[in-house]
């Protein structure tokens, strides 16, 4: 009964270092999503995948690469993190146009200093 | 472009003290308007969905209803537990399984 896990949960990362985001689904969902949510911007989709091998750019993708190897797990990768990327990142699921939207994960707080 | 935009930013209620929020959308094509609630430190948590003007639906103390324009979350008679951000959501028939959020309204309910 899991639905949608990422790891970690909270870092904090130096400017200019690297990371990578986990997020993991048990449900079979075709779709998954990356958000970030920041005060006073609401939710932002930055990439999100269609199907496993499959990637899509979202409204704020600059900065982030993803990658869906298996249809379970959705990467989400920083490569030089800056400070404009601290923020709290949801990863979701979905199938297609479920009538429930999405099953979210319950984030990760990134902090870059 | 699809755009959300929900009103207030924040509402402060008593307990027992009735309200709605807002949310005003601008989509090609509705195909589902959604509401979540957040609780802090927690991802979003669906409770409706509601696809055409007229539609309402019921949980509890909350009843969501939709216009061609906008759509209102009630909340009655609200009790502490129901503190927490609303958001609404749509799905337009451009956006393929793809949802546009608004900012959210924080709703503070004290006893």
Redesign the interface.
């Given at each position: 009964n899991a639905g949608v896990t990422q790891t970690p949960k909270f870092r904090v990362l130096k400017t200019g270092q690297s990371m990578t985001l986990l997020c993991a689904q048990d449900m079979n969902h075709e779709y998954m999503y990356w958000y970030r949510q920041d005060p006073g911007m609401g939710l932002r989709l930055i990439h999100y995948s269609v199907g496993e091998g499959t990637t899509a750019k979202g409204e704020v993708p600059d900065g982030y690469n993803v990658s869906r190897l298996k249809k379970q797990n959705f990467l989400l990768g920083l490569e030089s993190a800056a400070p404009s990327q601290t923020s709290v990142y949801f990863c979701a699921s979905s199938f297609w146009k479920d009538s429930y939207g999405y099953t979210f994960g319950s984030g990760t707080r990134l902090t870059v200093v | 472009e699809d755009q959300v935009t929900q009103s207030p930013e924040a509402l402060r209620l008593q307990e027992g003290e009735s309200s709605s929020l807002n949310c005003s959308y601008t989509v090609s094509g509705l195909?589902?308007l959604?509401w979540?609630r957040q609780d802090p430190?927690?991802?979003?948590?669906?409770l409706f969905?509601l696809y055409s003007a007229g539609e309402e639906k019921e949980k509890e103390r909350l009843k969501a209803t939709l216009t061609k324009k906008e759509s209102f979350l009630h909340i009655t008679a609200p009790k502490p537990e129901d503190s927490a951000t609303y958001?609404c959501?749509v799905?337009g028939e451009t956006s393929?399984?793809?949802?546009t959020?608004?900012?959210?309204t924080q709703l503070t309910v004290n006893p």
């Open positions: - | 195909r589902g959604f979540y430190g927690k991802g979003p948590e669906f969905t958001l959501a799905r393929g399984s793809r949802l959020f608004g900012e959210g």
